[in-house]
């Protein structure tokens, strides 16, 4: 199995990586994956996980809560994944719609 640490860091108590959404995000159903072991290995020491799409220049993160609550398992070729569907991250833009 690939190592993917490199690709992980923790910023600000957040699980960070950046990815290309058109080639990483999951299209049906829409989501985003995030490695399984990188996760569970981190998971008490952080808040939840941060992605930073070089598309769109948006950042999407979700919760640990949302993690557990709404996370589902996958193996695309990767190794296993967590996935949680996109209506479940928040990118900031909903605040910004209120005002």
């Not at 999407?60 to 949302?66: D, P």
């Not at 296993?80 to 719609?97: C, P």
């Amino acid at each position: 199995m690939k190592n993917y640490n490199y690709a992980y860091k923790i910023v600000d108590g957040w699980l960070f990586k950046k990815v290309e959404s058109l080639k990483h995000f999951l299209r049906t159903p829409p989501a985003i994956c995030f490695d399984y072991e990188i996760y569970m290995k981190n998971k008490d020491k952080i808040k939840g996980v941060k992605i930073f799409d070089k598309d769109t220049g948006k950042t999407y993160y979700v919760s640990n809560y949302f993690i557990n609550e709404k996370g589902f398992f996958i193996n695309r070729g990767f190794g296993k994944q967590i996935g949680v569907l996109l209506e479940f991250w928040n990118t900031g833009e909903e605040v910004k719609n209120l005002f």
